[in-house]
């Protein structure tokens, strides 16, 4: 199952030039609240080097893209409506915003790190609003929103469950699925918790809403993109932003939207992510062109390393969704697919996928043939069970071939 990451937030924070950004595509950008009403989905790329370096190979991929050794592997994005709060109970565009994050298996939660917008998104002087509330904020309406469908005719099944000895987790998980809430959210939820299961009508309100804190955790891992670095107040707010016990991943979406899109036009080139770009020999730029990439340079790509859009996409799947890359391929002397093509696949799965799932996964007669695995660097056959590594290439012997 592809994963996906929601770039969420409140309004006028920059969730849909961090989107654009990642993806290019052509969405609303403008500095009010409530841009973006419909959801977008589109694709964008996780970085991580590619094994055709170690292999000394010149590669041909297929699904991905590699520059320069660095393999570009596509992922699946939403850009989610700003919430405000009360947005659970339906206000502003709540409904939007939730519909659309119920399919997200992590967030990026888009932070306003300057200050420079109210709890509305409204416009305001920069560092006259505080960011770690927009994070509390958020938190709160999701857990809101969980607990509100969660608590639909609770106290009624909490006594049946006693009664019949029905499994707590079964129900929740039966009320929560529209979610995207799963049985092995609900257990690590009920593990961190320690609440009994047995005897859900004993437990307070608080034992409830910190059950539920615990499913949201599990269930939409986050992290912080501390956006509009660039602004002064913003990089003195980093701190504050650290202690609210998230990855925070300082960040310039609007700088990298104006890289990717320059070097799109080949007017530099620039691999996302890279601490700088190159401009274009026989690129004839404005001066205002000139001085705007100059800026980026000296203000964002200098101080922090990179605009922080793709640190944010690459730890969001790598970190919070704990996915590896996987090269399957068909001939392990020449790591080729029956096509000749060299490393064409990189697969993201996520970490304690099996030799045979991950077989499953490329091809179900694949799976069902399934006869053993091997690892090309060691040439070794793999049981059906064998836990795949990052990095690993792979050859899977099936009694049934695919087309
Ligand atoms: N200074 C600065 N401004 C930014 C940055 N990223 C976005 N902005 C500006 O912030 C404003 C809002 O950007 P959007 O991407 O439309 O924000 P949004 O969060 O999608 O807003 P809604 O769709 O209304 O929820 C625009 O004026 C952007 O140009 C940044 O890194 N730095
Ligand atoms: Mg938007």
Redesign the pocket.
């Known amino acids: 199952m592809p994963r996906i990451v929601g770039v969420v937030?409140?309004?006028?924070?920059?969730?849909?030039?961090?989107?654009?950004a990642a993806t290019l595509a052509n969405v609303?950008?403008?500095?009010?609240?409530?841009?973006?009403i419909k959801p977008n989905v589109g694709m964008g790329y996780v970085r991580t080097n590619c094994v055709c370096r170690e292999f000394n190979v010149k590669d041909t991929p297929g699904n991905s893209s590699c520059v320069d050794g660095i393999r570009l592997v596509p992922v699946e994005l939403v850009?989610c409506?700003?919430l405000v709060p009360g947005a659970w109970q339906g206000r502003g565009l709540g409904n939007q915003f939730l519909d659309a994050i119920r399919q997200a298996d992590a967030l990026i939660h888009?932070v306003d790190a300057?200050g420079s917008t109210d709890s509305e998104?409204r416009p305001c002087d920069p560092g006259t609003h505080d960011p770690t509330e927009d994070v509390k904020f958020l938190e709160h309406e999701l857990d809101m929103w969980i607990l509100q469908i969660l608590k639909k005719e609770w106290d009624r099944t909490v006594r049946r469950v006693e009664g019949t000895k029905e499994d707590l987790s079964s129900i929740i998980e039966e009320k929560l699925s529209g979610l995207g809430i799963r049985r092995d959210h609900i257990a690590k939820a009920h593990a961190k918790t320690g609440l009994n299961f047995e005897r859900p009508t004993s437990w307070s309100d608080e034992q409830l809403l910190s059950l539920i804190s615990e499913l949201r955790r599990s269930s939409k891992p986050m992290l912080i993109a501390a956006?509009?670095?660039?602004?002064p107040p913003a990089e003195e707010n980093l701190k504050s932003l650290q202690a609210t016990n998230h990855m925070v991943i300082p960040?310039?979406?609007?700088?990298e939207l104006a890289l990717r899109r320059a070097a799109e036009k080949n007017r530099i080139s620039y691999v996302p992510g890279n601490s700088n770009f190159k401009i274009t020999e026989k690129a004839e730029l404005t001066p205002d062109q000139k001085n705007a990439l100059a800026r980026i340079k000296e203000k964002v790509l200098i101080p922090l390393g990179s605009t922080g859009v793709q640190d944010a996409l690459n730890l969001a799947f790598f970190k919070l969704l704990q996915m590896i890359t996987v090269y399957p391929v068909e001939d392990a002397d020449k790591l080729t697919d029956h096509r000749g093509r060299i490393l064409p696949d990189a697969y993201l799965v996520p970490y304690g996928t099996t030799a045979k799932e991950f077989a499953g996964l490329i091809h179900s007669d694949l799976a069902s043939g399934f006869l053993y695995a091997t690892e090309v660097r060691s040439k070794m056959r793999l049981a059906d069970s064998y836990v795949l590594k990052d990095g690993d290439v792979i050859t899977i012997a099936s009694a049934k071939r695919h087309a």
């Open positions: 937030g409140k309004p006028n924070v920059g969730k849909s030039t961090f989107f654009s609303q950008i403008a500095n009010y609240p409530f841009t973006t850009d409506a700003g888009v300057a998104g956006n509009k670095i660039d602004v960040c310039c979406a609007e700088a």
